[in-house]
């Protein structure tokens, strides 16, 4: 028997088959580990809430802030306005494929606020609905993690 014929190179197709078949698994594994820990939302948060006016139509921009931590895939914390001493803490938090759902219930709102936001790196981007006074409430929120130090 040559040396050739123990050669990677020279096994049966279906040899070479299975090799490509584990490099490409253990890349798939790499790359889905990588992701999973990109989707951190863990920090400190700072950004804005634009909500509609619904008496006239205008925008009202509220400064906001938010602190969350995420363990074993449970998601937990709190967010408020950035003048507020106390902020609320958030409920039935869902993060999954880049999109983090959350409610929030505060002495102004009639029921809970909803979150849907997009972590795109260090940005958090959505939209928030609930009611307030018993009108319907919609907004866009935009928050940006602050670095380690801020």
Not at 53 to 76: C, F, H, M, N, Y
Request: proline share 3%; glycine share 10%; charged share 25%.
């Amino acid at each position: 028997m040559s040396s050739t014929e123990n050669s990677p190179l020279f096994y049966p197709v279906s040899g070479r088959d299975n090799l490509s078949s584990v490099i490409r698994f253990w890349l798939l594994l790499t790359c889905l580990a990588a992701s999973l820990l990109a989707a951190d939302v863990s920090g400190k948060w700072t950004g804005t809430v634009d909500v509609n006016d619904p008496s006239d139509g205008s925008i009202i921009s509220t400064q906001v802030r938010a602190e969350l931590e995420q363990k074993a895939g449970a998601i937990s914390g709190k967010i408020g306005r950035q003048e507020d001493q106390e902020a609320e803490p958030i409920k039935n938090a869902k993060l999954q494929d880049g999109k983090l759902a959350f409610e929030v219930s505060s002495a102004e709102a009639n029921g809970l606020v909803k979150f849907a936001l997009t972590l795109n790196g260090d940005h958090l981007d959505g939209e928030m609905s609930g009611a307030m006074d018993g009108v319907a409430i919609a907004g866009k929120v935009h928050l940006t993690r602050q670095k380690t130090g801020e």
